[in-house]
Nanobody
Framework: QVQLVESGGGLVQAGGSLRLSCAGSGRTLSTYAMGWFRQAPGKEREVVAASSWSSGRTYYTDSVKGRFTISRDNAKSTVYLQMNSLKPEDTAVYYC?????????????????WGQGTQVTVSS
């Protein structure tokens, strides 16, 4: 069993930056594929970024390419999402997720473990 706890959300002005962290406990995350998802009110949960277990491969949804970066420190069982040039449309609850797979996965139903979410609000 893996427990995930996100932190780092908050209120930021458009153009600003935030770094989200996802700390895993219970088991090391080194053999887990990781994903960051977000869900805005009235919308479905969508993938933002994903990483293979070794972080050698990454995926970004088109709307965040060039602005967001997913990284991981397997020694600390922590995954990060650096978010730069934030826009009001990035406002959502952000979740990290884990699954013990080697490949990148981008669908919410492919992940087994979820954090509780952290709110990101970008003001215009």
């Amino acid at each position: 069993q893996v427990q995930l706890v996100e932190s780092g959300g908050g209120l930021v002005q458009a153009g600003g930056s935030l770094r989200l962290s996802c700390a895993g406990s219970g088991r090391t995350l080194s053999t887990y594929a990781m994903g960051w998802f977000r869900q805005a009110p009235g919308k479905e949960r969508e993938v933002v970024a994903a990483s293979s277990w070794s972080s050698g491969r990454t995926y970004y949804t088109d709307s965040v390419k060039g602005r967001f970066t997913i990284s991981r420190d397997n020694a600390k069982s922590t995954v990060y999402l650096q978010m730069n040039s934030l826009k009001p449309e990035d406002t959502a609850v952000y979740y990290c997720a884990a699954v013990q797979r080697l490949t990148i996965l981008t669908m919410p139903n492919e992940y087994d473990f979820w954090g509780q979410g952290t709110q990101v609000t970008v003001s215009s």
